[in-house]
């Protein structure tokens, strides 16, 4: 029997889950369903299939109107109702945090595979994750670097700040650059017919995918450089050079 370790919001009874999986009907056997953007692990089948949970206790804004078409994801808070009853941070940190958080886990520990040497964060196994990302902050992000002057000196606010801007500024010219190449692939598609061209273009596409999943695991982890920047300005490199990869292997006009 599934318990509640918290009152459920008061509109939950607006909505039944009936009426969610009429769009939704596959989300209770879709299993862990990672959401690329946040690169968190969700287990539907367990919360809806299994327990019985409502939509609505976790994406507990859902109403019919106006508000149905925002997208409306659970904050750290609604899981805690249930993973976390005592709110202690004592039953938090690395392993836990992990479970859920998959890509941001990755990335701290600087390894995906996909070719890449393992390349951990200095910081990982060091400290926990709710170091950072603070009770008092709702275990959100960070506002800023003053956090980390907890443990280090002044000039770490300052590299702090290089490494967001230096990796806002490498992803949004590698995107650019990818929709360039995506869009001459798409253009190469169209005027190349013959086999062995047809062969060229389908290895390039291949290449061009692998490019676009290094830019992806950066993406998904969304600290730009702050959990592990070496190893995120190394995925950029190497979805760069499987770019210009992807461009050369593409047949001629």
């Given at each position: ?99 859920c958080h998959i890509a941001q886990d990755a990335m701290w520990a600087g390894k995906v595979g996909m070719g890449m040497s393992e390349t951990p964060s200095p910081m990982y196994g060091e400290v926990d994750c709710v170091d950072c990302h603070t009770r008092e902050n709702d275990y959100k992000k960070p506002k800023g670097a003053e956090v980390c002057l907890d443990c280090h000196e002044d000039d ?98």
């Amino acid at each position: 029997d599934r318990r509640f370790y918290m009152k459920a919001p008061e509109h939950a009874i607006e909505i039944i889950n009936h009426n969610c999986l009429r769009c939704h009907e596959d989300i209770a056997e879709r299993g862990e369903l990672i959401t690329e953007e946040r690169g968190v692990r969700t287990a539907h089948d367990v919360h809806v299939g299994q327990n019985g949970f409502g939509c609505n206790e976790c994406h507990i804004d859902i109403v019919h109107g106006e508000n149905v078409l925002k997208r409306n994801l659970p904050k750290m808070r609604t899981c805690f109702r249930c993973h976390n009853e005592d709110d202690s941070e004592a039953k938090l940190g690395q392993a836990n945090c992990s479970n859920c958080h998959i890509a941001q886990d990755a990335m701290w520990a600087g390894k995906v595979g996909m070719g890449m040497s393992e390349t951990p964060s200095p910081m990982y196994g060091e400290v926990d994750c709710v170091d950072c990302h603070t009770r008092e902050n709702d275990y959100k992000k960070p506002k800023g670097a003053e956090v980390c002057l907890d443990c280090h000196e002044d000039d770490r606010v300052v590299m702090f700040h290089k490494w967001k801007n230096d990796l806002k500024v490498k992803r949004r010219k590698l995107g650019e650059r990818m929709e360039a190449v995506e869009k001459k692939i798409a253009y190469i598609k169209t005027i190349k017919k013959k086999p062995d061209q047809k062969l060229m273009i389908e290895g390039a596409e291949k290449i061009f995918e692998e490019a676009k999943e290094y830019l992806a695991i950066v993406n998904r982890d969304g600290s730009n450089g702050i959990h592990n920047n070496d190893f995120a300005k190394a995925l950029l490199d190497a979805s760069r050079d499987k770019l210009i990869k992807s461009q050369s292997a593409l047949p001629q006009h």
